[in-house]
């Protein structure tokens, strides 16, 4: 069987970046599942995935305008330390709820106000991956119709964006 359209794939990888190494690995866990044809990874991904096998290794380079999009500075905003209870246990760098329900970087703290970044953490990076597909399965019709797989789908909460 192989990587196509309508194939449940799972797999591991890790995920790097030029400057900083390794941001995050997935091997340690239970293999991702995502159903192939369906929104659910970046397009360059599942092209380059496409017609692979069992156990083969796959590796790809995402600029940003395929990954996470470039930095926005219309997205590095200001608020009012108010609207926050306890702004004295921000620390910079951490990431917070801003009002509109946004998490974000914490970028600086005033008297009065606060700036945040809320692009992607990975926005303007490029993104390498290291691929390896450990199954494939054809999905079942629900998994088609939803673009998600069963076990995604009966972990959903109900709350919004979830399925």
Known sequence: MQVEKNKV???????????????????????????????????????????????????ITLPPQHAYGAMNEKLIKSFSNSLFENINDFEIGSFIQVPDGTEAKLLQKNIDTILVDTNHPLAGATIHYNIKIVSIRQATEIEIQRGLTEAFIKSCDGSPNCC
């Open 9 to 59: 794939i799972g797999i591991h990888y890790t995920i790097s970046l030029d400057e900083e190494g390794e941001v995050f690995s997935n091997l340690d866990f239970e293999t991702e599942e995502y159903v192939h044809g369906a929104i659910a990874i970046f397009p360059m991904v599942a092209k380059a995935l496409e017609g692979h096998k069992v156990n083969d290794e796959v590796q």
